[in-house]
């Protein structure tokens, strides 16, 4: 039997949203939350449509509609633990993460919290510290 190369069918950042998706379930059952799913592979129609009806590309994975401090929600770009986000003079590694930082900067800039974060443990740290603060 030939082996299939599920790399090719599954981002593997998915594997950390599944994760961070079933925390937010049990840890915060009533906080609201969406995955963007236009990061996760798509047939060709679907990914045109998609593109489609989207402001641009480099969205956040992660939205959590939920007021904290002087905060609309919180937005989070998720990437595996050995992620390169940032060069070593601080620059963007490439241009989809500059298209990234700038989709962060924006919401930062329109009242949200927004951050990358590497791996589930570093996601729950940045989802406590925002959902523990006062509303």
């Known amino acids: 039997m030939a082996r299939v190369n599920f790399k090719m069918y599954v981002n593997p950042e998915y594997a950390i949203y599944k994760m961070i998706a079933y925390y937010l379930r049990a840890q915060y059952p009533d906080v609201l939350f969406h995955f963007d799913s236009s990061g996760l ?3 060709k129609t ?3 449509m998609l593109k489609a009806i989207q402001k641009g590309k480099g969205f956040p ?3 959590i509609l939920a007021p904290r401090g002087r ?3 919180l937005f989070l770009e998720i990437k595996t633990e050995n992620a ?4 070593k003079d601080l620059l963007p590694a490439d241009d989809h993460i ?3 930082e700038e989709w962060l900067a924006s919401l930062r800039y329109e009242g949200y919290d927004s951050y990358f974060v590497k791996g589930f443990d570093e ?3 940045k989802i406590d510290n925002y959902l523990n ?3």
Do not use: C, I, N, P
Not at 84 to 87: A, E
């Open 41 to 43: 592979h798509h047939t």
């Open 46 to 48: 679907q990914a045109g």
């Open 61 to 63: 994975d992660l939205m």
């Open 71 to 73: 905060y609309h929600g």
């Open 84 to 87: 390169r986000v940032y060069k």
């Open 98 to 100: 500059a298209e990234q």
């Open 123 to 125: 996601a729950k740290e």
């Open 133 to 135: 603060q006062s509303k």
